[in-house]
């Protein structure tokens, strides 16, 4: 009698021993894992900070009288006016657009009181505005330009604050072939488009 509970003693904490040695193999493995999938994180969002340049081809023609500004354009990057640098934007698969409607829409709307509006997507976040183009020469108007506000990482939300600001204080533009430059005599760079 007195043996089989001495056995019984004796098995009882090799069962809790081996348990624990078996659950610091299974802790130090799911560290492991979990140190692999924030260094796979951080490496992803290393790359997304990264900027690519948008794949487009200039052409010569002169579009003057057949390319307006109402219609559709492929944001290129922030062209930097005296040594005509481009910064990219952050290399994601979606495309930064704008597009320029060319009928008058109602304009009952305090905030879009121009006749005419204009929409357009960023890395994360869309937007909309009106505007209005002078008669003569290549000066434009635009209202408050009010965009979506989902939260994004640092950089995308620094690189829509830009974009929005550069869109919100143009004051004129300029077609050159199927290029179009969004301009503020005021900023250091122009925002460079092509129509696609």
Known sequence: MFSVIMSGATVAPLFFFK???????????????????????NKED???TKTCPVDY???EVNFKKEMSIEQRWRFVGFEDKS????????????PI????????HDNSNSE??????MKGTMLINKFTSSYEVAEEGRAIEVSRVI???VKGQNYVSAFEEKFIDGIQ??????????????KNESKAYDLLFYAY
């Open 57 to 59: 081809e200039y052409t």
């Open 112 to 117: 879009f009181y121009l006749p005419y509006l």
């Open 19 to 41: 348990h624990s040695i078996m659950n610091k193999y299974y802790l130090i493995a799911f560290l492991v894992l979990n140190l692999i999938f924030l260094y796979a994180c």
């Open 83 to 94: 040594s005509k640098e481009i910064q990219d934007p952050p290399c994601r698969t979606t």
């Open 97 to 104: 657009t704008i597009a320029f409607a060319d009928t008058i």
């Open 169 to 182: 204080r143009m004051n004129s533009f300029e077609i050159e072939g199927n290029t179009l430059r969004l």
């Open 46 to 48: 290393e790359s997304l």
């Open 147 to 149: 965009a979506s506000q």
